[in-house]
């Protein structure tokens, strides 16, 4: 087991960086608020499911380039298409011919979906999803899950978060919101706002929710939604962006058989490199065209790099290990023996009660509980440091890639086991006693 202790050069980071970069980091749950004061800044490179950081030490990766590298960091064959596409350069002025075969090669995978745009961000897609869906239907008012984590950093969906400071209300209140995976809500949500929704975008399913009952049926809610929406005359959106080559190929509207008008991906399907998806049915991608000759202009996603010619060639190789080699079943593999020993061991501690293991095979996710039960940032954020000082930089889920081996889950249980330890003395105590430094804080909060 590593013992982790020397953190001079990502001190040195930590110190330096926010003077340069306003959050220190290009994503805001990548930041030094996210974490616990004994662990990496920043990382220096990555192999397989390990990484290195900025004094050398080494850790198994839980997450993975938060879900964007579904094979393992530095895989060869996505490595070997990148290097290819890289000697023929990567921007031109006209699209490169890759382009076509990206978008048969993606289409291939989504059935019921006929044409395809390609981005470098989700953020973009999600927002270009909801775009067509307003210009198709006419109307403003966009839907989606209160309690769902993120959709997009555009004003459209930050302006619902609780750190909405420079979006417009008159943008906010155009968006509305119901709870997540319940039908109820979204009907009331409709009758309340009757002909004016234009779409309902939502993740197709969540690893980490606890809160849903074990015998909750994903696909009757899909169902119910996509026909719910259409009844109302709105648009349906999967979001596949976490979903997407994870809990199947290509993602859960295969895997629970539903056809949504339109879907975003983004995560996982280029191993890392920037490439993103939106897809959906002709009548209304056709929208974004410019082949319908007299009819009004919808602006969809025009961006300089979002055809960058290595980013769809690592999508390509990507795609091709999913087709060539059993990546979902490895990776689902890992995921349930990682829940099944972790379970194990919490249930051996009796800290069944503090401690929720949540068993999804694609995505295990971990509930951290103080003495009275109350979910608890400071107890997760002792949690972290314990894994970390241990060689294991886990936040609270793991996401299992094709490169994770039986070893890497063997290595994560042992080091769980010693940080329960820990745990159980903390629960006497209270965490302050363990923790070095402050908890780590929500990203969506209103004062910093
Ligand atoms: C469900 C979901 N949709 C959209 C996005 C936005 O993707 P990006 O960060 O690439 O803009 C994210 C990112 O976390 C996400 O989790």
């Known amino acids: 087991m590593r013992n982790i202790t020397n953190f001079k050069a990502s001190d040195e980071y930590r110190n330096a960086i926010h003077n340069l970069i306003p959050g220190g980091s290009h ?47 530095a895989y060869e064959p996505v490595l070997d298409a990148v290097r290819n596409e890289l000697e023929n350069g990567v921007n031109f002025q006209r699209p490169s011919a890759l382009e076509k075969e990206m978008a048969e090669t993606f289409l291939a995978l989504v059935p019921g979906h006929d044409m395809v745009k390609f981005s470098k961000n989700g953020s973009i897609v999600t927002t270009a999803a909801v775009k067509l869906a307003r210009a198709k239907t006419g109307r403003d008012l966009v839907a989606f899950p209160v309690d769902h984590p993120f959709y997009s950093y555009d004003d459209w969906f930050i302006g619902k978060t609780a750190c909405n400071k420079g979006v417009p209300e008159a943008i906010s209140d155009l968006s509305v919101t119901f709870q997540s995976f319940n039908i109820d809500s979204l009907r009331e949500l409709f009758a309340k706002h009757p002909g004016q929704v234009a779409c309902v975008i939502t993740e197709p399913e969540k690893g980490n929710y606890p809160h849903l009952p074990a015998d909750f049926n994903v696909a009757d809610f899909l169902k119910q939604a996509i026909e719910l929406c259409h009844e109302n005359g709105a648009l349906f959106i999967a979001d596949e962006m976490v979903t997407g080559f994870k809990t199947e190929f290509p993602g859960s509207i295969t895997k629970y058989g ?142 299992p890639c094709f490169s994770h081996t039986e070893e890497d889950v063997y290595y994560f249980a042992k080091a769980f086991g010693e940080s329960l330890k820990v745990y159980q003395e903390a629960l006497e105590t209270g965490y302050e006693k363990f923790l070095v430094g402050e908890p780590a804080k929500p990203v969506f909060r209103r004062t910093l």
Not at 53 to 70: A, H, K, P
Not at 342 to 356: G, R
Request: hydrophobic share 40%; with cysteine; glycine share 12%.
């Open 27 to 73: 994503t805001y749950s990548k930041g030094d608020d996210q974490f616990p004061i004994l662990s990496p800044a920043a990382i220096v490179r990555g192999k397989g499911s390990h990484i290195w950081d900025v004094d050398g030490n080494e850790y198994l990766d839980c997450s993975m380039g938060l879900t964007s590298v579904s094979l393992g960091h």
């Open 258 to 399: 539903i056809t949504p008008d339109m879907a975003t991906w983004g995560k996982g399907i280029a191993n890392g490199f920037s490439f993103c998806a939106l897809t959906g049915t002709k009548d209304i991608m056709e929208m974004g065209g410019i082949r319908n000759t007299g009819e009004e202009k919808v602006f969809l996603i025009s961006t300089t790099h979002g055809g960058e010619t290595h980013g769809l060639a690592a999508a390509i190789a990507t795609i091709k290990e999913y087709q060539n080699k059993n990546v979902i079943a490895h990776n689902h593999q890992i995921g349930r023996k990682l829940a099944e020993l972790c379970q194990q061991l919490v249930t051996e501690s009796n800290l069944s009660a503090y401690i929720e293991v949540v068993a999804a095979e694609w995505m295990p996710f971990f509930v951290f509980k103080d003495k009275s039960g109350a979910v608890s940032q400071g107890f997760r954020t002792l949690f972290m440091q314990e894994m970390i000082k241990r060689g294991v930089l886990f936040q609270g889920a793991f996401v």
